[in-house]
């Protein structure tokens, strides 16, 4: 297999759960992907200050939709009296008619979270700083938050040159092939002046060996050994 599947659909149902949560018949399926993945763009364009690594939507039955946003600057999400919350329901409401419900997690470790490692380097990237210190400090500070390893690759006009090319840096361990590993996988472009540098993260967090889901919320729960 080598590095081509997905960690995070790899190891769905045995430590990680899914990102939209619900069932449709036939008719109905293309509908509700549609909107999930425009609801996601809404939000992840809209709201780019506000670091945010995930958007899980789950759809309770009948006309209601639950969008949790994970998110490591909750406070520009929220604004002043709620006032973004309440903006970011009136563009949801013009893609869905359906009854509204949104929540915001916070993200206690943004050091130890790949999408917005990713997001981060490819910020400091369009800033011109350069790829190596910005992959390194990164790492740093992820290694110090307590992750057992750490990749990170960088694709494109590396440092403005005239060729295209991948550069890799790696510590600690990162078992990839390991589904009990707990992977965190991350993606972002940054769009700089000579062209789209991709940023790819794998955060290693250690091993699950049991991951019960918890039935009532659809999470799963964290049960480390070793």
């Known amino acids: 297999m080598g590095q081509k599947v997905h960690p995070f659909i790899q190891r769905i149902g045995i430590n990680k759960s899914w990102l939209s949560l619900w069932f449709a018949k036939k008719k109905e399926f ?39 946003i994970c998110s490591g600057r909750p406070g520009v999400l929220i604004g002043r009296h709620g006032s973004e919350i309440e903006q970011l329901k009136a563009q949801i409401n013009k893609i869905t008619s359906k009854e509204l419900i949104i929540e915001i997690e916070d993200i206690k470790q943004p050091a130890l979270d790949a999408q917005l490692i990713s997001e981060n380097i490819a910020l400091q990237l369009e800033k011109r700083i350069a790829f190596r210190r910005a992959i390194k400090r990164a790492m740093e500070q992820a290694l110090n938050a307590g992750c057992e390893g750490i990749k990170v690759s960088c694709g494109g006009r590396l440092g403005g040159a005239e060729m295209s090319r991948t550069e890799t840096y790696k510590q600690g361990k990162v078992p990839l092939q390991t589904l009990r590993a707990n992977i965190d996988y991350g993606f972002a472009q940054a769009a700089t002046t000579y062209g789209y540098i991709g940023v790819k993260t794998w955060v290693y967090k250690g091993d699950i060996f049991s991951k019960p889901v918890d039935s009532d919320s659809n999470k799963i729960v964290d049960n480390k050994e070793g």
């Open 30 to 68: 293309p509908k509700n992907l549609e909107e999930d993945y425009k609801i996601r763009k809404l939000i992840t364009t809209n709201y780019r200050q506000a670091s945010i690594a995930r958007v899980i939507i789950e759809r309770l039955g009948g006309d209601k939709i639950k969008v949790r």
